[in-house]
């Protein structure tokens, strides 16, 4: 087996074991690694209806037969869990040294499992791994931590790590490495913190595995040349992902108030050209030419490195329009180990929730001081208001009651990426049928819908939102960051040549296609096993605020979601998905994707459909 190290570190933190579990080739090729990896071992090892702080849950973290060769942006680490936040299948992908010093050590996943004793500080080295005592390093931010441990351990060992958040089990705590990069949105940070598991270092020094290394090489060499040539290149270096707050704003797409409106009054003041005239540097993942990570300094001249999703939640949604403030949040975000994203989302449901005073905390829109201390409540678990608002905002607006459900912004528990979709019908069904929740990561169909028509709600939309879904999905297993193709027009043809030259698999993009939907049919199954006859397409729905409050401002001023077409849209899915009407894959489509087992043990839990 070329491509694949063929090794699974397996580390029980109870009994401070690590063992090492070998997989074949049929293994390999069935999941091809990162999420198919940890999609597949959540599913084998995992009890249905277990609370995702048990110790049985299980953290993996894992890569693929891409990751950190020397390839376009191929510094990517999957984490996953069950997720605390929303009760189904959780994954993210972060940038960090730790996935290629992970494979350099040998291993495509390290999947901790129990809890240990005290906080702990996990170190891998080759085929040598320590349990440290990381009771220092609790309570410390992921900053000093990661900055310690490289001092300690020297500056290439790769750190993910957790911050406060994650130790107090917030439940969209993520995991943090390299000051700023994160992921595991669906609480994969919390998961950690529960396993007292603060931090994972890893150094490794052997050869990738390859089919042809010197044509890996080569391509590699290659594709970082193709993608410098590419014309929306420069522009990129200089704004990044941060050019779609004046895109959205121009497209009425704009997270505004707790997603109430597509525009933002002050959106010139946390744009791409206000961005960059604060820049100081671009950081990014390893292995990527792209750096995307925007340099700016914040209000205490403290550096962070900002993007677009960042700063729409924590800057229009929340009715912030000043850049190094927007800036400011994110930092203690990223220090605290918080999901930019969803804690967003909760200030912005604070403050519409102060406003119409359902709770007692006054939180006026864009109160700068107000959403710092609010960070810092949630994450410390501070007072009830902090305790509320740490459990995300399904939980809260159910404790609320009143009509707060409505604007609580989430899909299955997930709070929502920065699309505000009361004009987009095939963003809101991506957002209804992503993987883990309302990620945009998942099938970001939005610029294409805003060129192909907003209006429909017709089968060609849903073709392409399955489509991206797919190749997103590959994405993930494969794993290497998707960017270079979404953004600067790097060719997909390019990653089966990649992938012949490290596997020696000759396989189109579309060959991958059954090991998508095998991954994602999986990932399904997993959601149903857990919610067993409380399943139903309602699962799919979007935050009512979308059909039920029109736009009162910009162009498209009156603009809302139509429920019932949305609804026959999302029967237009499933039917092309291959599941029946409650969103449940069907026996005959699982089989068909070498998942019969799979339908077994779901026909357990609910009637499945022949
Ligand atoms: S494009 Fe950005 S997110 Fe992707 S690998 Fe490069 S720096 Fe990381």
Same mark, same amino acid.
Request: proline content about 3%; aromatic content about 10%; overall charge neutral.
């Given at each position: ?85 929303? $009760? ?124 042809? /290394? ?100 924590? $800057? ?29 989302? /909760? ?78 019908? $095939? ?62 027009? &790097? ?15 000759? /396989? ?38 979308? &059909? ?63």
């Amino acid at each position: 087996m070329h491509g694949w190290t063929g090794e699974i570190l397996r580390i029980n933190l109870t009994r401070k074991k690590a063992i090492v579990h070998e997989f074949d080739a049929n293994f390999a090729q069935t999941w091809l690694g990162g999420r198919g990896f940890a999609v597949k071992l959540l599913w084998d090892e995992l009890k249905p209806g277990m609370d995702a702080f048990s110790p049985e849950n299980r953290l993996i973290l894992a890569a693929g037969p891409l990751t950190g060769a020397s390839l376009p942006s191929s510094g990517k680490l999957v984490v996953a869990a069950k997720s605390p936040l929303t $009760g189904g299948y959780g994954d993210g992908n972060v940038g960090t040294w730790a996935c290629v010093n992970m494979r350099r050590a040998g291993y495509d996943a390290i999947v901790f499992e129990g809890r240990a004793e005290i906080p702990t500080v996990v170190k891998v080295e080759d085929d040598m791994t320590e349990f440290l005592n990381g009771e220092d390093y609790w309570g410390r931010g992921v900053f000093e931590t990661e900055r310690d441990l490289k001092k300690k351990y020297g500056n290439v060992t790769g750190v993910v790590s957790i911050g406060k958040a994650g130790e107090n089990k917030v439940k969209f705590a993520n995991v943090i490495s390299q000051e700023g990069r994160g992921g595991g949105r669906p609480g994969i940070g919390a998961v950690m913190g529960s396993k007292n598991l603060k931090a994972v270092a890893i150094k490794g020094t052997k050869e990738l595995p390859a089919a042809d /290394m010197p044509e890996l090489k080569k391509l590699g060499f290659e594709g970082y040349k193709e993608v410098l040539a590419k014309p929306s290149y420069r522009f990129w270096k200089r704004q990044g992902t941060v050019s779609t707050v004046e895109w959205g704003q121009e497209n009425s797409c704009l997270p505004t108030h707790n997603f109430r409106e597509g525009v933002f009054d002050h959106a010139d003041a946390i744009g791409g050209f206000a961005m960059e005239k604060l820049k100081v540097s671009n950081r990014g993942c390893p292995q990527c030419n792209m750096t995307c990570g925007n340099v700016i300094t914040d209000t205490d001249n403290e550096s962070v490195e900002v993007d677009y999703e960042n700063i729409a939640l924590l $800057g229009s949604n929340i009715g912030l329009g000043d850049l190094k403030k927007v800036a400011h949040l994110n930092r203690m975000c990223d220090d605290y180990g918080l999901d930019t994203i969803s804690m967003g989302n /909760m200030i912005g449901f604070a403050m519409e929730a102060s406003e119409r005073k359902l709770i007692e905390d006054r939180i006026d829109w864009g109160d700068f001081e107000k959403a710092r201390e609010l960070i810092e409540r949630v994450a410390e678990n501070k007072d009830e208001t902090g305790r509320l608002l740490s459990q995300g905002v399904k939980y809260a607006s159910e404790k609320l009651g009143k009509d707060s459900g409505n604007w609580a912004m989430h899909v299955k528990g997930l709070e929502i990426s920065g699309y505000d979709c009361h004009a987009t019908p $095939g963003m809101a069904l991506a957002f209804g049928t992503s993987l883990s929740g309302a990620h945009h990561k998942d099938a970001w169909v939005i610029s294409w819908e805003v060129k192909y028509g907003r209006e429909s709600y017709d089968q060609t939309k849903v073709d392409k939102i399955i489509e991206l879904q797919r190749l997103r999905t590959i994405f993930e297993a494969l794993t290497t960051c998707r960017l270079p193709w979404v953004e600067v027009g &790097f060719e997909l043809e390019w990653y089966p040549r990649f992938l012949k030259a490290a596997t020696g698999l000759t /396989m189109t993009m579309e060959d991958l296609y059954p090991t998508a939907d095998r991954i994602y049919n999986i990932a399904r199954a997993f959601w149903v096993r857990e919610f067993g006859k409380q399943w139903s397409s309602s699962m799919d729905m979007v935050p009512n605020r979308w &059909f039920i409050d029109p736009l009162t401002k910009g162009p498209l001023k009156g603009a809302k979601l139509d429920k019932s077409r949305y609804e026959a849209m999302v029967q237009m899915y499933y039917k092309k998905r291959g599941w029946d009407s409650r969103g449940i894959p069907t026996k005959s489509t699982l089989s068909k994707l070498g998942l019969s087992d799979v339908a077994q043990e779901l026909g357990q839990q609910v009637q499945l459909t022949a």
